[in-house]
């Protein structure tokens, strides 16, 4: 069974850091492009960046220079990690996985397909306060 389950959101003041894990189980990590998505209370659901399965990572143009995403050098999960955060950064962010491993969405400007995959985990919660 197909699992991702994020961790690491919290409430932190603006200019703060975070770090946001994605736990995964019951695939073969290695062979799949994976992407973190967010959103915001009243506002539509944005790509973050991803992580191809060649270990290249895209980014969106707001999280670019701010936004790092990495995967563990062993074992089966992706990281976050958020510098300067701003207000506007507050949302429940997502761990997706492509949907097939052929499917490759992670590139530049179409790593937003990603988003009809059926592989999403739970959320957490970032909320930035100024």
């Known amino acids: 069974q197909v699992q991702l389950v994020e961790s690491g959101g919290a409430s932190v003041l603006s200019g703060g850091s975070l770090r946001l894990s994605c736990e995964t189980s019951g695939f073969n990590f290695g062979q799949y492009d994976f992407a973190w998505f967010r959103q915001a209370p009243g506002k539509e659901r944005e790509a973050v960046g991803c992580?191809?399965?060649?270990?290249?990572?895209y980014y969106a143009d707001f999280a670019e220079g701010r936004f790092i995403i990495s995967r563990a050098n062993y074992g089966n999960a992706m990281y976050l990690q958020m510098h300067s955060l701003k207000p506007e950064d507050t949302a429940v962010y997502y761990c997706?996985?492509?949907?097939?491993?052929?499917?490759?969405?992670?590139?530049?400007?179409?790593?937003?397909?990603?988003?009809?995959?059926?592989?999403w985990g739970r959320g957490t919660q970032v909320t930035v306060s100024s």
């Open positions: 992580l191809a399965k060649n270990r290249n990572t």
């Open positions: 997706v996985r492509d949907l097939s491993m052929f499917s490759r969405n992670c590139q530049p400007g179409t790593f937003t397909r990603m988003e009809e995959s059926d592989y």
